[in-house]
């Protein structure tokens, strides 16, 4: 079981406040890690930090992606060595069509790795296939990316670009919030088909629910900029019959 | 793209007459006068300006009777030190009753030297019309272009996109599928 991600005494804040206050983290290939914390913990700064989104401020620490430095990347670059953020909100973007953005993004990754770009054909062909993993209607090509989507589609089209793009480390930033409970266990489903031996995700999330579709393999409480607490998957369970107050 | 001549266009228009003018990059000035009932005018523009570029667009619709309508989308798109200027006059005298008209002027700073001035003027004399305008300037959506980044595409190649799909919307508003499409491919060139 090889290391993908290191991250060490990590510091972060936005706005000259700081959020993150030390966060220690060993992510190996293969594993399913929650995050889980109350409001204001620092869960989504996180996210942010890792992807490199420039409203925050690394003031300390290190980050490592097998082995390279993850901080120096630009957020493109962080992306097509296979770092994936499912958006707590994802944005909308009108005028810009799925297919258009995601191919964009695809050839982008690929010609990273040193592929070819794929055809129109060859990219069509695996868009269909990907969108029936998450039950999505074939008028998504055409449409404006998120735009006019339901709650539970923006979702589900963040699982399928996830699909599309094949990260080693996806980061599922409350990709429960706002879903009802069908298309919860479709968003999960895809998650898990999704895994391999090789990748790895962090979800984080609020609730204990999405939990029982999407097993982890390790569960830490995030307090205060910190992780305060890392346990197996019975944590989640007992924090919800706890709260956070009796686990902290 | 680059700069063409001034268009300098005045149109009377005759009852039930239709008038759709499109200009691209160009400086211009347009009179429209309705002088009978039920007539259509629309104006479309795009201005994508750079460097020293400077360009007025001036439009001056006046509905002097009733039962027409009037549709204005002038969209400037402003990189480096460019100027735009767009002054809109919109008139409704007080016979042309049950006209519709919407003036929108919507611009896109590229760059903090980039300027913009915009002058709706609107002089509306009859009661029971159904009038709009509005007028924005602004600059790309950051959390889109950090949404695009996180997938992996450029900032650079970001930006285009953003840039284009402003820009299309008033290529899609060309009727004649040939010019469109060769418009659409020019657009779509710049960024693949």
């Known amino acids: 079981m090889s290391k993908l991600l290191e991250i060490k005494d990590l510091h972060a804040s936005i706005g000259g406040k700081e959020i993150l206050k030390g966060v220690n983290l060993v992510i190996n290939e293969g594993e399913v890690h929650a995050i889980m914390g109350p409001n204001g913990a620092g869960k989504s700064t996180l996210s942010a930090v890792l992807t490199g989104n420039p409203a925050y401020d690394v003031t300390g620490g290190e980050v490592y992606l097998k082995g390279e430095n993850l901080l120096t990347m630009e957020p493109e670059v962080r992306a097509r060595a296979g770092v994936f953020l ?19 993004a695809l050839n982008a990754k690929r010609e990273y790795e040193g592929k070819e770009p794929l055809t129109a054909k060859e990219f069509l062909s695996l868009m269909r296939q990907k969108k029936k993993l998450l039950e999505l209607p074939d008028k998504l090509n055409n449409r404006s990316v998120n735009e006019g989507f339901s709650g539970g589609e923006k979702k589900k089209n963040e699982i399928f670009q996830m699909a599309m793009l094949e990260p080693c480390l996806s980061i599922l930033d ?10 919860l266990r479709i968003v999960a489903e895809g998650v ?54 009796g686990i902290i | 793209m680059f700069i063409n001549e001034p268009v300098n266009l005045q149109i009377d228009q005759e009852a039930g007459s239709h008038v759709k003018i499109h200009v691209i990059n160009a400086p211009f000035s347009i009179t429209v006068n309705q002088l009978e009932e039920g007539c259509k005018t629309e104006i479309y523009a795009l201005e994508n300006l750079h460097g020293e570029e400077n360009v007025t667009a001036e439009t001056h619709v006046t509905h002097a009777v ?60 009859a009661d029971d019309v159904k009038a709009t305008h509005g007028a924005s300037t602004g600059q790309l959506d950051e959390s889109a272009l950090f949404y695009m980044q996180q997938r992996g595409i450029d900032k650079q190649k970001a930006r285009q996109l953003l840039v284009n799909a402003f820009m299309k919307e008033i290529i899609e508003t060309i009727s004649d599928e040939k010019v469109k499409e060769r418009l659409l491919d020019t657009i779509d060139g710049i960024v693949q």
């Open chain 2, 66 to 125: 009733g039962g027409g309508s009037s549709t204005q989308l002038i969209k400037f798109v402003l990189d480096d030190n460019a100027r735009g200027h767009f002054i809109g006059d919109l008139k409704i005298a007080p016979d042309a009753q049950q006209t519709e008209a919407h003036q929108t002027n919507r611009n896109l700073l590229l760059s903090e030297t980039a300027e913009m001035r915009t002058q709706p003027q609107l002089e509306i004399y």
């Open chain 1, 192 to 245: 898990n088909r999704l895994k391999t031996p090789h990748n790895a995700s962090i979800v984080i999330t609020h609730y204990q629910r999405l939990l029982d579709y999407i097993v982890p393999d390790f569960v830490h409480v995030l307090a205060d900029g910190k992780i305060v607490k890392t346990g197996d998957k019975t944590l989640a369970l007992e924090l919800e019959e706890r709260g956070y107050e």
């Open chain 1, 86 to 104: 499912s958006f707590q909100y994802p944005v909308e973007i009108p005028g810009v069509s799925m297919t258009n953005f995601m191919r964009t």
């Open chain 1, 174 to 183: 409350e990709t429960d919030s706002g879903l009802d409970i069908d298309a």
